[in-house]
């Protein structure tokens, strides 16, 4: 069976919310499946599904061997990311906390189960602004050196983001991202990263600095770095960490409340009616009925603009077939991007900034040709 590019990427979807119905296809559409799982990053996730489900030793021996493999490769993100943690505290404790971890970082030491065979990259954390020289001198004093950008770029990510450039460790390459805020301040939405930090939750352990974000605050970094930042790359993952969230917290009517109440509050209620949105659209991601409509009630976009937006968002978060050009997904890949920087930056200065980077990628062509 042939499956467009879109529609190979619906029935993984599918087969990750039923994995005990990819017994039943095809060698072919197995192997399909496994592919799409590795290039999303989401092979052990998918593998674990069946797992969980005692249905593993039901395998073939081909995609046995591919989700042992898969297994040990995120049990081995999961030990360096413990490292690099402990590292980073090592060398950071001469300054005060608090130390939030994000991202995959908080997912995984967390415990979260949605997190149990979830790959990382880097290490994330968020530190109270004033802290920053502190925290950056202190990495760099163990090991730890900023990631080389030219003068612009350095100004760029000073003055305007809510980081400072990546360290990256002279020996064994991690990356470590410090940020401030989870936007950054240029940008039309301005959640307070105070908040954040005053309601983070400690992580047991002899450091009391090292904690995560709370519940409400979780899922509301998560979809203000999906629906916010324009990279798509991991973004069906990313859709996974939020229906794991809403899953884990949802206990009962007051977490929806709260988020409701938190996303106001931190000027996040846009992001949070896409992340909702497309949590129930892609994953069918248990939610109550109202929820979804309060939040377009509250700050909800036109009707042709909520179109136009699920209609790009469903391009980039459902993965397209390994083998066969989306030009329909790199075009919505290309718009939200933009889109991004529009949220990110007033007119005039991002009018500026993609003017610099236009003159800098012609200067690149023009001395690769020489």
């Not at 799982?37 to 591919?66: F, T, V, W, Y």
């Not at 990311?81 to 590292?87: A, G, K, M, P, T």
């Not at 977490?255 to 659209?281: E, H």
Request: aromatic share 6%; proline share 6%.
């Amino acid at each position: 069976m042939s499956f467009s590019s879109q529609l190979s990427g619906q029935k993984f979807i599918h087969f990750l919310r039923h994995p005990e119905q990819l017994l039943d296809a095809s060698p072919e559409i197995q192997d399909l499946m496994v592919r799409i799982a590795r290039g999303q990053g989401l092979l052990a996730r998918l593998g674990d599904e069946l797992r969980k489900r005692q249905l593993l030793d039901a395998c073939p021996p081909r995609l046995a061997r591919q989700f042992e493999g898969a297994f040990v490769i995120a049990q081995g993100h999961a030990r360096m990311l413990r490292w690099e943690v402990n590292r980073i505290q090592r060398a950071t404790r001469d300054c005060p906390g608090p130390l939030v971890l994000l991202k995959g970082a908080a997912y995984l030491l967390g415990g979260h189960d949605w997190a149990h065979e979830r790959l990382v990259s880097d290490v994330d954390i968020l530190v109270d602004r004033n802290n920053l020289h502190c925290i950056e001198e202190g990495l760099k004093e163990h090991g730890w050196e900023a990631v080389k950008l030219d003068e612009y770029d350095q100004r760029y990510y000073r003055d305007w983001m809510h980081e400072i450039p990546p360290l990256r460790h002279s020996h064994r390459a991690t990356e470590v991202d410090v940020h401030h805020n989870i936007l950054p301040p240029t940008g039309r939405r301005k959640p307070d990263p105070q908040r954040l930090l005053k309601d983070a939750t400690s992580l047991p352990g002899d450091d009391p600095r090292l904690a995560i974000l709370c519940p409400t605050d979780m899922v509301l970094h998560n979809i203000a770095h999906l629906f916010q930042d324009g990279d798509f790359r991991s973004g069906l993952r990313q859709l996974l960490d939020l229906d794991g969230m809403l899953r884990t917290f949802s206990t009962g009517e007051q977490f929806w409340k709260d988020l409701r109440t938190r996303a106001q509050t931190m000027d996040l209620v846009r992001p949070l009616y896409y992340g909702l949105l497309m949590a129930d659209r892609i994953l069918r991601t248990p939610m109550p009925s109202n929820i979804i409509e309060d939040m377009d009630r509250i700050d909800g976009p036109n009707p042709l603009l909520r179109v136009l937006m699920v209609h790009l968002m469903d391009n980039v978060l459902i993965p397209t077939h390994p083998d066969k050009s989306n030009r329909t997904a790199a075009m919505a890949g290309w718009l939200l991007y933009l889109r991004s920087h529009w949220l990110r930056m007033p007119p005039l200065l991002l009018m500026r900034h993609l003017w610099i980077k236009s003159r800098r990628k012609g200067a690149e062509k023009q001395h690769a040709t020489v």
